[in-house]
């Protein structure tokens, strides 16, 4: 069945560490999203790309890297710079038709140790 | 700017009941899409429904309805006869047409489902 899949399900960062949340997808979709989602508040978009290697910032991008060398793979790599990155991460996907996204992983839960 | 509003944090029913989410929101766009995504316990949101702001006609799929209105900017959900495995955070979101990446998204409104 196609989908997203994301990975880890949970994961630790120390400070100063650097992380990278995995988001795969055999849609063949051209459009890749990461969304970030904190206790009782709607998504805000970190990060999306329309094509391979390009994307754009969204609303909260710092602190955040991501690549898109594959149209099949969209990382996003959680730096130290972002002070508060505990959350849960949502990676997305969608068509050039369709719009914004209406396919979602199960997301990454990160937390600091 | 963009904004979703859904006032309602928490709405509890019990099953078989009704329950309606409200959603209003502000733009400037001329054109614009609305949706809403289900969110389980589990984590991964669903996609429920897209309507272009062109579209003002109700749309009802199953148990599921919804209700558009651009003179007082809502777009209003409806569950009818409520289950538990509609139990569930629903998000509200709105994105220009022209611009994927503007998805807005409300803070979304719990709905707990009582046997």
């Known amino acids: 069945d196609g989908g997203i899949t994301q990975s880890p399900k949970y994961l630790f960062r120390k400070e100063g560490q650097n992380v990278t949340l995995s988001c795969e997808q055999n849609l063949n979709h051209d459009a890749m999203y990461w969304y970030r989602q904190d206790p009782g508040q709607g998504l805000r978009l970190i990060y999306y790309?329309?094509?391979?290697?390009?994307?754009q910032k969204g609303d909260i991008a710092e602190g955040y890297s991501v690549s898109r060398e594959k149209k099949e793979s969209f990382p996003l790599t959680v730096t130290s710079a972002q002070k508060n990155p505990t959350a849960f991460y949502l990676c997305a996907s969608s068509t050039r038709a369709r719009g914004p996204p209406q396919h979602f992983g199960d997301g990454t839960r990160l937390s600091i140790l | 700017a963009q904004k979703v509003t859904q006032a309602q944090t928490e709405i509890s029913v019990v099953e078989k009941e009704d329950v309606t989410l409200d959603c209003v929101y502000e733009?400037?766009?001329?054109?614009?899409?609305l949706f809403w995504y289900k969110q389980p316990p589990s984590g991964e949101l669903v996609f429920l429904i897209r309507r272009n702001s062109f579209d003002e006609q109700n749309e009802i799929s199953g148990r599921y309805s919804w209700n558009f209105q651009k003179s007082t900017s809502s777009f209003n959900f409806t569950i009818t006869a409520s289950q538990v495995v509609d139990s569930a955070v629903y998000f509200c979101a709105l994105s220009p047409t022209d611009s994927w990446g503007k998805l807005q998204f409300g803070a979304g409104t719990q709905v707990v489902v009582t046997p």
């Open positions: 790309s329309q094509i391979v290697n390009d994307f």
């Open positions: 733009t400037r766009d001329t054109t614009y899409y």
